[in-house]
């Protein structure tokens, strides 16, 4: 069994916990080895942490002894170096936070760790999460387990590649404008951005407040609904966190789907989607009817304003959060600074890399004077506008589906010197963080050897029903068990 | 609209961002790109439509006012470049 210990999911992994069949020991130095031989090629884990990961798993085998062991305990998992961790360094990505040693745990971190999780490592991301192929963190790109050529997507790129190569079962990643979904896609996995609120921002470092969400990516729809229940939930210190009850996601997985109304929008089979993937898409859809579910063609109409709106709102957001780095209290600063105006430029100019600098240009300009009403008021409205259509869509179907991303994983430096046309691949995402619903990605089918995704949009807080339909797929299909041919 | 090498560079003063020169010509030309494509939001008229600030009705709670988070000075200040006896310490300010 232990040679191939890693190809386990989650629930696997659980399950032959509980039959004492492995120690959690076992399986977290077989993910640290795991990460040993694949990361050296793949560079989706930034920092690891043996003893500390050795040190939990031991607590939990003894824990487990002692009759205390939950559905997680013992499980390994890397966490997005998105999310401050008092073990290892927090760096987001980012020369700024290069050696920033967080002084607290975000609650994500903090409720993992009760649930008994292992953390091995901190997950490599596009710096400040600003990216859709993980090519822009200052610690170097990520490759795709399924060739390593082409990227990964992100910004949660390591946190998909080092699932997609079964270094973890798990890992948590956050999604502003589908940094957890498209490269679930691109990595041939499966990974669910819930409703905003529902999982505390508490110490995720902020990129846009109000879209930015965390969420998982594991292999299968089961082991998302396992892991996202222990980091669901109100939290007094997160002022946004919502104070909803938390279904056992995982206990309504068997659900049927039989009878369901899914809306496929039109607009999204429409230009722009590369035909091999509308081809995938269409026999996923075929299956789902095949297990009882309804179609049914809806419009979004405003959906070619999602992107142009995105594009106003999220760098206003983060100009306004990233002002905090300013080289005095935390973070990057310069050599020898002449006066403080001269502290703060070459630090914030030394410290952030392209991408997050145009970001925090464009959302200083939209938001300067005389612009705010052209710029970040129009994109409010039609923000409005996008929810209102999907508001409407709800009224008729109980989720809508479409593809995930326009194409597959494209080749690394294929898009690095386009910033509008690496945009494009949240075409189909960033709806959902505009309209704060649950988004959810799983594999589909393959076009050229790369993995396809297609994706469940659900109402809000209705985690339990897009993850039910998932789940249904993956009883129904193989493509999520699908792996690399390096695992 | 286009965006001039000048107008960058005080876009670029106003966010606290040193950039050099020899990258203002790009930077002008990205940033304009990317305002080219958040103008199509013009093709809408959008009179009368509430903005939308945030996801859902969530309102925005407020906590009682009382003392909530231990004394953390000392870990808190920890990461930074450059403090002492509790404070950070930047170039002299005045004269």
Not at chain 1, 94 to 116: C, I
Not at chain 1, 368 to 383: E, M, W
Not at chain 2, 59 to 88: C, H, I, M, T, W
Request: glycine share 8%; hydrophobic share 40%.
């Amino acid at each position: 069994m232990s040679a191939d210990l890693h190809t386990l999911t989650l629930a696997q992994m659980h399950s032959a916990l509980q039959a004492g069949d492995v120690s959690s020991r076992e399986l977290v130095d077989h993910s640290l080895k795991r990460i040993e031989a694949t990361n050296p090629d793949l560079n989706a884990i930034l920092q690891v942490d043996v003893e500390g990961a050795q040190a939990s798993a031991d607590a939990a085998d003894a824990s487990r002894s002692a009759g205390n062991a939950g559905p997680l305990t013992g499980i390994p998992m890397a966490h997005k170096d998105i999310f401050c961790t008092k073990r290892l360094n927090t760096t987001c990505g980012s020369r700024m936070l290069e050696n920033f040693a967080a002084p607290y745990n975000a609650t994500v971190v903090d409720r993992l760790n009760e649930a008994g999780m292992v953390m091995v490592g901190k997950a490599n991301m596009d710096e400040f999460a600003m990216g859709s192929s993980n090519e822009n963190s200052y610690f170097g790109s990520v490759g795709n387990p399924w060739n390593k050529e082409y990227v990964p997507g992100g910004s949660s790129g390591g946190s998909a590649a080092a699932v997609a190569a079964r270094m973890v079962p798990a890992a948590t990643a956050t999604d502003t404008g589908g940094s957890i979904r498209q490269p679930a896609a691109f990595c041939g996995i499966t990974g669910i951005k819930p409703t905003y609120g529902r999982v505390s921002r508490y110490g995720m470092i902020a990129f846009a407040s109000s879209l930015d969400q965390g969420g998982v990516v594991a292999a299968t729809a089961e082991d998302c609904a396992m892991m996202l229940h222990a980091m669901s939930g109100f939290d007094e210190r997160d002022s946004t966190s919502a104070d909803v009850e938390v279904p056992n996601f995982a206990a309504g997985l068997n659900e049927s789907i039989k009878g369901l109304t899914i809306g496929l929008p039109e607009e999204y089979f429409g230009d722009g989607l590369e035909a091999a993937v509308g081809d995938a898409v269409q026999a996923g859809i075929k299956e789902l009817e095949a297990l009882g579910a309804n179609v049914k063609s809806i419009s979004l109409p405003n959906q070619h304003l999602c992107i142009p709106a995105y594009y106003v709102v999220a760098p206003a957001e983060a100009s306004s959060n990233l002002s905090r780095f300013d080289g005095v209290r935390f973070g990057h600063r310069c050599e020898d600074p002449k006066d403080l105006e001269d502290l703060y430029k070459r630090s914030r100019g030394e410290g952030f890399g392209p991408e997050v600098i145009r970001r925090i240009m464009i959302g200083t300009y939209t938001l300067s004077a005389g612009y705010y009403d052209a710029y970040y008021k129009k994109a409010q409205q039609i923000r409005r506008l996008i929810s209102d259509d999907f508001d409407k869509a709800f009224e008729s179907v109980d989720v809508v589906l479409g593809p995930t991303t326009p194409s597959p994983a494209f080749k690394r430096g294929a898009k690095t010197d386009d910033p509008v046309s690496m945009y494009l691949n949240d075409l189909y995402t960033v709806s959902a963080n505009l309209s704060g619903l649950p988004g959810l990605s799983m594999p589909c089918g393959f076009v050229n050897d790369m993995p396809v995704g297609m994706q469940l949009v659900g109402r809000a807080f209705d985690e339990s029903r897009i993850l039910a339909v998932a789940h249904q797929f993956q009883q129904a299909t193989d493509w999520h068990q699908k792996m690399p041919a390096t695992v | 609209m286009a965006l001039t090498p000048e107008e960058v560079r005080s876009i670029a003063h106003l966010a606290r961002v040193g950039v050099d020169d020899a990258t203002l010509t790009e930077l002008a030309t990205d940033l304009t790109t990317v305002l080219e494509l958040v103008e199509q939001m013009n093709s809408v008229d959008t009179t009368g439509v509430e903005p939308m600030a945030h996801p859902g009705a969530a309102q925005l709670r407020l906590r009682a006012d009382k003392v909530s988070e231990e004394n953390q000075r000392e870990s808190l200040q920890a990461p930074a470049p450059s403090a002492e006896a509790g404070y950070f310490l930047v170039p002299r300010v005045i004269e």
